[in-house]
């Protein structure tokens, strides 16, 4: 378990954006071109509707942009930039410097992390590690256009995916910042439970997928919170991966955290990988269910399987940006 951060440079989320394709799937489409229903999709998942289209690039860009300009960043003011992604454009480059160059990012660092539905978070970690290192601003998204590495036609994983990015601004502080506590997580030996091959479709074991996600996400969501020095009791808001309404449930039930903590985007989204966390972060956000000084508590869990867990104080008036000593200051 990892220890409770104890730097003396700290980070805050100062800024954040969401973005979603045009064209919508609903699970009526689904019917005509799978044999399912509506009704046992929504029963089964929670999920209604999700969206298809665009570029893991253009979704990037998109919520990137929407983060910056909440935050008032600069494109030369960010150091790096931390792509989560399991579909990225292309396998070379790292889908980060297409973004980084369509921002304008003059002087920052850009690189892509794959740890599936759970990348987000562990870019939200390492982009907490890069802030204690020296950097200023760190832009983090997660994007996943899964509509490219799924069979709309195959019942047993069609009706999950869809496409989307979210996106969180990342400043230096003078203290801790925000950051309380945190756990990463890998289950190597469960990973044909479900994978893609180069060029293939998602391949997944549904029930052995939902029996160790709920496992996973508890007991990192545990990890989190005693490496933060706080209990369930004390979480104000969950922000979990979006992959099944049931998955959610179960974890919550398990941690003693009721359901209404949760922020849930997938009826809407249906599981975007590593864009269901920071989605469903600003839409929390946005609706104002965050009050300063609450406990927010992020849970990821997906294919490896991986699990990744955050706990943060949130402080929505934190101007103590140190502006000093970026790691690309000329
Ligand atoms: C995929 C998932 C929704 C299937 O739900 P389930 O309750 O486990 O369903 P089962 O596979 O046990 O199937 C139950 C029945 O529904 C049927 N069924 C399966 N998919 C169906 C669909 N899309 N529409 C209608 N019926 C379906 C099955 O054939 C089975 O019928 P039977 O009882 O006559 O044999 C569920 O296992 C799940 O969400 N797993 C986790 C997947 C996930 O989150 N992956 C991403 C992780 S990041």
């Not at 802030?131 to 709309?152: K, N, P, S």
């Amino acid at each position: 378990m990892p220890a409770t951060p104890t730097t003396a440079r700290g980070a805050v989320i100062t800024g954040w954006g969401a973005a979603l394709p045009d064209e919508v799937v609903t699970n009526v489409d689904l019917e005509s071109k799978m044999d399912t229903e509506d009704q046992w999709i929504r029963d089964r998942t929670g999920i209604v509707q999700r969206h298809v289209g665009g570029t893991t690039a253009g979704l990037s860009a998109e919520a990137g942009r929407a983060a910056l300009d909440m935050a008032g960043v600069g494109p030369a003011d960010v150091d790096a930039l931390i792509l989560a992604t399991t579909t990225p454009d292309r396998a070379v480059p790292a889908t980060a410097s297409t973004v980084q160059h369509e921002l304008g990012l003059t002087s920052c660092g850009a690189f892509d992390v794959n740890a599936a539905c759970s990348g987000w978070v562990y870019g939200l970690v390492n982009a907490h590690g890069l802030i204690a290192m020296g950097a200023r601003t760190v832009l983090v998204i997660g994007t996943d256009t899964l509509d490219r590495i799924t069979d709309y036609t195959d019942r047993g994983t069609g009706i999950l995916f869809g496409n989307g990015s979210g996106a969180a601004v990342l400043e230096a502080v003078d203290g801790p910042g925000q950051l309380l506590g945190w756990d990463l997580d890998s289950l190597g030996e469960a990973e044909s439970a479900l994978y893609a091959e180069h060029g293939g479709v998602l391949q997944m074991e549904g029930r052995e997928v939902f029996r160790r996600a709920v496992r996973l996400m508890a007991d990192s969501a545990t990890h989190a919170m005693n490496s933060a020095g706080v209990t369930a009791d004390d979480i104000a808001l969950v922000v979990p991966h979006q992959a099944n309404i049931r998955i959610i449930s179960a974890s919550l039930e398990r941690l003693d955290i009721p359901l209404e903590k949760a922020s849930i985007v997938l009826d809407r989204t249906g599981n975007t990988s590593a864009a269901s966390v920071p989605l469903a972060l600003a839409d929390a956000l946005d609706a104002g269910r965050a009050s300063d000084g609450d406990l927010i508590l992020f849970v990821g869990f997906g294919a490896g399987m991986s699990a990744a867990s955050a706990v943060i104080r949130w402080s929505p008036d934190a101007q103590e940006y140190t502006g000093a000593g970026g790691a690309n200051d000329d």
